[in-house]
């Protein structure tokens, strides 16, 4: 009996210390109120209150009458308030100072504010694309321009073949980039290929050969440009919930943008994990260098020992393919390399 008490005792002091550990911390420095001004975005507001602003959905309570009660408008105010002992973040709508004068005004509404700085993934969002093997192999292809032309501009026309059924006549016209790999792996282990948008088209007749023309133009299209067809459907999403993965997430930044081999905060990683593995937008990782190897001064063999591995920053997931993602540097405590590892964080 004694031993059962003492077990039990053990247990619940785990348990308590557990849940303890993985409470919600708050910032040091927080405040009691924030008023949302222009020019914010979710991650940085959060940052004011947690010590770990991907968990603000832990804390998030709102108030059930304000309308559209998943945005959060220039002029809301977050308040922190505690329910039964934890911290609870609150929204408050803010109301427009409204001057009342007999004419007709005509004012624009407020965007609601954006979970991470737009600039960065903008065209992220908007014109990359990562195809797999098989939807490169499978794509149609441009196979001439109008009149012989080598090139294709804008207004111009263009004859593709490949398109297959006529389900859309909208189409991105694209450029084979760069192969998304593991490190070592050979040439046919591809997780996918950059997508170069090149511009959009639209189909005026279709055929073998289908007769496209190139309604807007990024760069020249060429011959040998493959085309991929835009869902009638299709959407882009701008907000984003951050949060750790629900499940246990080991992966490896494979790419970075505008670097060689080391990105800092707000630049773009290319992650070899994607929605197959369970990566979905808004997750965040932990980005890890690996430790390096020593040799031990004071063992006799001179042994080398591997040192453990150092966390580097914060990513977060905003565009997620088959077997790859792209990820935005949310924070940086020193630099993130090219082939670091990335965790739940």
Same mark, same amino acid.
């Given at each position: 009996?004694?031993?059962?008490?003492?077990?039990?005792?053990?247990?619940?002091?785990?348990?308590?210390?557990?849940?303890?550990?993985?409470?919600?911390?708050?910032?040091?420095?927080?405040?009691?109120?924030?008023?949302?001004?222009?020019?914010?975005?979710?991650?940085?507001?959060?940052?004011?209150?947690?010590?770990?602003?991907?968990?603000?959905?832990?804390?998030?309570?709102?108030?059930?009458?304000?309308?559209?009660?998943?945005?959060?408008?220039?002029?809301? @105010?977050?308040?922190?308030?505690?329910?039964?002992? &934890?911290?609870?973040?609150?929204?408050?709508?803010?109301?427009? @100072?409204?001057?009342? @004068?007999?004419?007709?005004?005509?004012?624009?509404?407020?965007?609601?504010?954006? /979970?991470?700085?737009?600039?960065?993934?903008?065209?992220?969002?908007?014109?990359?694309?990562?195809?797999?093997?098989?939807?490169?192999?499978?794509?149609?292809?441009?196979?001439?321009?109008?009149?012989?032309?080598?090139?294709?501009?804008?207004?111009?026309?263009?004859?593709?073949?490949?398109?297959?059924?006529?389900?859309? @006549?909208?189409?991105?016209?694209?450029? &084979?980039?760069?192969?998304?790999?593991?490190?070592?792996?050979?040439?046919?282990?591809?997780?996918?290929?950059?997508?170069?948008?090149?511009?959009?088209?639209?189909?005026?007749?279709?055929?073998?050969?289908?007769?496209?023309?190139?309604?807007?133009?990024?760069?020249?299209?060429?011959?040998?440009?493959?085309?991929?067809?835009?869902?009638?459907?299709?959407?882009?999403?701008?907000?984003?919930?951050?949060?750790?993965?629900?499940?246990?997430?080991?992966?490896?930044?494979?790419?970075?943008?505008?670097?060689?081999?080391?990105?800092?905060?707000?630049?773009?990683?290319?992650?070899?994990?994607?929605?197959?593995?369970?990566?979905?937008?808004?997750?965040?990782? !932990?980005?890890?260098?690996?430790?390096?190897?020593?040799?031990?001064?004071?063992?006799?063999?001179?042994?080398?020992?591997?040192?453990?591995?150092?966390?580097?920053?914060?990513?977060?997931?905003?565009? /997620?393919?088959? &077997?790859?993602?792209?990820?935005?540097?949310?924070?940086?405590?020193?630099?993130?390399?090219?082939?670091? !590892?990335?965790?739940?964080?």
């Amino acid at each position: 009996m004694v031993m059962r008490r003492a077990i039990t005792a053990l247990f619940l002091v785990f348990a308590l210390s557990s849940a303890q550990a993985d409470a919600v911390q708050l910032a040091p420095d927080h405040p009691e109120r924030y008023v949302v001004v222009k020019g914010d975005t979710l991650w940085d507001i959060s940052g004011r209150f947690l010590s770990e602003p991907w968990r603000w959905p832990e804390v998030w309570e709102i108030n059930p009458q304000i309308e559209n009660p998943h945005l959060i408008y220039p002029g809301d @105010t977050v308040s922190l308030v505690y329910r039964e002992g &934890q911290p609870v973040l609150m929204l408050e709508r803010g109301l427009p @100072t409204v001057k009342l @004068t007999p004419q007709v005004r005509v004012e624009q509404l407020e965007r609601a504010i954006p /979970t991470l700085p737009m600039d960065a993934i903008q065209q992220f969002l908007l014109r990359a694309q990562v195809v797999d093997p098989k939807q490169m192999e499978n794509a149609g292809y441009v196979m001439a321009m109008e009149e012989g032309h080598l090139v294709a501009g804008t207004n111009n026309k263009m004859y593709a073949r490949g398109l297959g059924l006529a389900t859309t @006549t909208r189409y991105r016209v694209f450029r &084979q980039g760069k192969a998304y790999q593991n490190p070592g792996a050979g040439k046919k282990d591809v997780l996918g290929y950059e997508a170069i948008q090149i511009g959009d088209a639209r189909v005026e007749a279709f055929g073998d050969p289908a007769t496209l023309m190139l309604t807007t133009a990024y760069r020249e299209a060429l011959v040998g440009d493959r085309l991929l067809a835009v869902p009638e459907d299709e959407e882009v999403s701008y907000n984003f919930t951050p949060r750790a993965p629900e499940q246990e997430i080991e992966g490896l930044i494979i790419s970075v943008f505008d670097a060689v081999s080391r990105v800092g905060q707000y630049q773009m990683v290319v992650l070899n994990r994607g929605h197959l593995d369970g990566i979905q937008s808004g997750h965040v990782l !932990a980005a890890y260098t690996a430790g390096d190897q020593v040799r031990d001064p004071v063992s006799r063999k001179g042994e080398w020992v591997e040192l453990p591995d150092t966390r580097s920053g914060l990513i977060m997931v905003f565009r /997620t393919f088959e &077997q790859v993602s792209y990820a935005l540097v949310m924070k940086a405590t020193r630099e993130i390399r090219l082939y670091d !590892a990335v965790r739940n964080p």
